[in-house]
């Protein structure tokens, strides 16, 4: 199966600063590589469809790049409700496999 | 809008099956997949597999082959993932998420179950 490498685990960055996030695939899967969000107590949120698409009402902040092995998730300029655990998972093959988060904090 | 809305927190003793449901509203529930992910305490997410609303088909990781039954019921738009022979690490949240493909991404989460197994 696929393994995902999200780093870093955690990031602490003050409000409009810019927030970068890896993702690393073990092998290629093309744009197959998909971004959600997740607050407590909250429905997980697609982010950015197919690496680089965003999804419909998704913040103009969140951007995506990469293909192949190796994915970025930009938050431009964060604001206090970016605060949350963010997540790359793959649909390349089966089985679905995701990465293991990088939790953000405003600092 | 589109929503999916799970069943209430569930415990369960070692060895019982445990049965969620997911009633999605805001669109033509036929028309697209449910996919069913869990994610353990400090776990990452974990794909357990995916279920075809219209034709019920169904395609199970390969973990939980056997043990993981996704059924659904087209007269009341609700999709079922059954969890059987639980063991304290089935302990997790459970969520079901819409899918616009066989193969792709989720567009559209409910708001996870959390199931709990302990004696």
């Known amino acids: 199966e696929i393994v995902l490498t999200q780093s870093p685990d955690f990031q602490s960055v003050p409000p409009k600063e810019k927030v970068t996030i890896t993702c690393r695939a073990s092998q290629s899967i093309g744009s197959s590589l998909h971004w959600f969000q997740v607050k407590p107590d909250q429905s997980p949120k697609l982010l950015i469809k197919y690496a680089s698409q965003s999804f419909s009402g998704v913040p103009s902040r969140f951007s995506g790049s990469g293909s192949g092995t190796e994915f970025t998730l930009t938050i431009n300029s964060l604001e206090a409700e970016d605060a949350a655990t963010y997540y790359c998972y793959q649909s390349s093959s089966l089985p679905l496999t995701f990465g293991g988060g990088t939790r953000v904090e405003i600092k | 809008q589109v929503q999916l809305v799970q069943s209430g927190a569930e415990v369960r003793k070692p060895g019982a099956s445990v049965k969620v449901s997911c009633k999605p509203s805001?669109?033509?529930?036929?028309?697209?997949?449910i996919q069913w992910v869990r994610q353990a305490p400090g776990q990452r997410p974990e794909w357990m597999g995916r279920i075809n609303p219209n034709s019920g088909e169904t395609r199970y990781a390969q973990k939980f082959q056997g043990r993981v039954t996704m059924t659904r019921d087209t007269s009341i738009s609700t999709a079922y993932m059954e969890l059987s022979s639980l063991r304290s690490d089935d302990t997790a949240v459970y969520y079901c998420?819409?899918?616009?493909?066989?193969?792709?991404?989720?567009?559209?989460w409910g708001q996870g179950t959390l199931v709990t197994v302990s004696s």
């Open positions: 805001g669109y033509i529930f036929i028309g697209y997949y």
């Open positions: 998420a819409r899918a616009p493909g066989v193969s792709g991404y989720f567009d559209y």
